[in-house]
């Protein structure tokens, strides 16, 4: 018996797709309610005032505005939606 596979196939060439993570929206850019502003795995940033969070952990706008990301409690990053003057 031969301790490998022999010719013919090949055990690899299997790859997941990639989820097209990231910052959808960015600071200063209007948003109207039910964007998506952030997609993430886990909270890399935190939802602030007017924003959603998502099962899956994406932020999503819930009122109109402009997109602000800012620092708060504990150096976290927030991301919040502010109404624009």
Not at 8 to 34: A, E, M, W, Y
Not at 50 to 79: C, E, M, Q, W
């Amino acid at each position: 018996m031969a301790t490998s596979k022999s010719g013919g196939s090949t055990q690899n060439g299997r790859d997941s797709h990639s989820k097209r993570l990231g910052v959808k929206l960015f600071d200063g850019q209007r948003v109207t309610g039910g964007e998506i502003i952030v997609r993430q795995r886990g909270t890399r940033i935190h939802p602030g005032k007017s924003v959603g969070l998502g099962n899956d952990h994406t932020i999503y706008a819930i009122g109109t505005g402009l997109v602000k990301f800012h620092y708060g409690p504990r150096g976290r990053r927030y991301v919040s939606v502010v109404q624009s003057a």
